[in-house]
Nanobody, 122 residues
């Protein structure tokens, strides 16, 4: 099992910045890809950004050029640097990590954090 603890959410004015962190513990050897999702009120959860074990990144079109995802494998931590924040970025942000099946880890893994609220005021 993998446990995830997110931090860094809060209230910020439009145009401001926040940095989210997600620290993994437990069977971290089972982790491959790491990412961030968000869910705004009344909307479905959507992928914000993801980073593979090799460092390849993917971003939602709405955040390209403003958000940067990174990871520190030694600390089992994934970060999301959010700049030029807009009111439409307001949402609960969830950390997600995945892992492939293996003899030690068993089936494929898919773990979620509890979420951290980001509120961007206009």
């Amino acid at each position: 099992q993998v446990q995830l603890v997110e931090s860094g959410g809060g209230l910020v004015q439009a145009g401001g910045s926040l940095r989210l962190s997600c620290a993994a513990s437990g069977d971290t050897i089972c982790i491959s890809d790491m990412g961030w999702y968000r869910q705004a009120p009344g909307k479905e959860r959507e992928l914000v950004a993801a980073i593979s074990s090799g460092g390849s990144t993917t971003y939602a079109d709405s955040v390209k050029g403003r958000f940067t995802i990174s990871r520190d494998n030694a600390k089992n931590t994934v970060y999301l640097q959010m700049n030029s924040l807009k009111p439409e970025d307001t949402a609960v942000y969830y950390c997600n990590v995945e892992g492939p099946p293996s003899l030690y880890c068993g089936g494929p893994g898919d773990w979620w954090g509890k979420g951290t609220l980001v509120t961007v005021s206009s």
